[in-house]
């Protein structure tokens, strides 16, 4: 028995190919077959994670508080406060309430829309 494991077994693979000058080539053309279809899988699944990221239009924008009111286990909020939006998904909506230590908090799109300037229906937003 050998104690030259892989490299006995790729010296086997390349004259079985019938030598370096024949290996080289399908060594590299395999490789860039396979690289190929990596780079392919890698592209579609961060198009598809940019795709669900792409919903939430009001991210990064403050809003101002222009009635009061209370969301269930969420923050008070007073005519006057306000607050940035740091990620949507569906009706969820991640919020900062500016000069508040307490935060984040998550409340609903609705709600901040009887309160505030939130815009009731924001375009691309999925539920």
């Known amino acids: 028995m050998s104690n030259l494991g892989a490299y006995q077994d790729v010296v086997t693979m390349i004259k079985k190919l019938g030598g370096p000058r024949v290996a080289l080539p399908v060594v590299m053309a395999t490789s860039y077959a396979v690289g190929r279809g990596l780079e392919a899988g890698v592209k579609k699944t961060v198009k598809e994670i940019r795709k669900r990221n792409a919903h939430c239009a009001t991210k990064d924008r403050v809003f101002t508080v222009v ?28 919020i900062e309430v500016l000069e508040d230590p307490n935060n984040p908090y998550f ?12 815009p009731a229906e924001v375009p691309g937003q999925h539920e």
């Not at 008070?76 to 406060?81: A, E, H, I, Q, Y």
């Not at 306000?82 to 998904?89: F, N, Q």
């Open 67 to 94: 009635g009061e009111g209370q969301a269930d286990e969420g923050p008070r909020l007073r005519t006057g406060d306000k607050y940035r939006v740091l990620e949507c998904d569906g009706d969820a909506v991640l």
């Open 107 to 118: 409340v609903s799109g609705k709600f901040l829309a009887t309160i505030s300037d939130f």
